[in-house]
């Protein structure tokens, strides 16, 4: 039997990896499979850098607008969804690609992870509520007081990881952390890695260059028409909560776009950072 392999192509935001991903994709006679945590939400669209409409055309993607900003999506449903849909590419072809930035997603398909309880409903708005009240300060000191663990240890400058820990752990009782899976699971695949890069000064002008496109393209109309879920967590994302704030008079126009620009290049570097600790088997060049 051919050996199956699937490759991953990852990297920080705005490095090019679903042009490249498709361009593989197409070589290949294969189909895609997205690992971004917010491209699977079908009410999101310009602000998350969807492939578009063109490219989902030429190649099948799978998790891009595969749920609702209204449904639970972590990492643990991710694995679930891409093995599933791996295999199902599996059938007709020996190669399949996933395409995306969200470390985590990456590192559970790739490793696995331990089943996380359900969170409670009740107590995820109430977190959401009051982050959207009191901001990133707030949601600091209650993970300090909540979660030592996860404040000494986890990602503490990503404000959607940040979220997610906290819920967890006052609907739990335990650290998320404490729920990351302590032995590496074997998969029936061959895994193959690609870190794309870009030196700093290119990556940076392609996000200033991104920013300023999305908004061309109505970034702020579609923020406002969203401006009624900020609370949820899938709105806890870098180029709708600038314009939310914009839209409660926090801040200039101006100033929001800046921060968008500013807020997309800062997690740019925790994307960098974290594909170089996590993807030790990562490769360059033409698989």
């Known amino acids: 039997m051919t050996e199956k392999t699937c ?15 498709i ?37 099948k993607h799978y998790f891009i607008n595969s749920h609702s900003i209204h449904e639970e999506v972590n990492s643990k449903i991710f694995e679930e969804y891409a093995l599933k849909q791996v295999n199902k590419i599996f059938e007709d072809n020996d190669i399949a690609i996933m395409v995306g930035g969200t470390g985590l997603y990456i590192k559970a398909f790739c490793e696995g992870l331990d089943e996380i309880p359900a969170v409670d409903a009740k107590i995820r708005k109430e977190i959401n509520e009051q982050f959207s009240k009191n901001g ?23 404000p959607q990881r940040m979220l997610r820990a906290l819920e967890v752990k006052l609907s739990t009782g335990k ?8 032995k590496k699971v074997n998969r029936n695949f ?6 794309l890069e870009l030196p700093r000064e290119q990556l940076y002008s392609n ?7 999305m908004m061309k393209e109505g970034l702020l109309q579609e923020a406002e028409n969203l401006f009624q879920y900020r609370h949820l967590n899938a709105l806890q994302t870098v180029g709708y909560k600038e314009l939310f704030n914009y839209m409660e008079g926090k801040i200039s126009l101006t100033g929001a776009i800046e921060e968008i620009k500013k807020n997309t290049r800062h997690f740019a570097k925790r994307q960098i950072t974290w594909f170089k600790k996590a993807i030790s088997t990562s490769t360059t060049g033409d698989p």
């Open 190 to 195: 061959t895994i193959k890695n690609i870190v």
């Open 23 to 59: 361009e593989l994709a197409q070589k290949y006679h294969t189909q895609i499979i997205s690992a971004d945590s917010r491209q699977c939400f079908k009410e999101l669209n310009i602000g998350v850098a969807k492939p578009s409409e063109k490219q989902l055309e030429i190649v």
């Open 136 to 158: 990133l300060s707030w949601l600091r000191h209650e993970i300090e007081m909540h979660d030592a663990l996860f404040f000494l240890k986890g990602e503490m400058q990503n």
């Open 175 to 182: 650290s998320i952390l404490d729920f990351h899976s302590r």
């Open 7 to 21: 490759i991953i192509i990852s990297g920080p935001t705005a490095v090019g990896k679903t042009t490249y991903g």
């Open 207 to 213: 996000i200033s260059y991104r920013v300023d496109e």
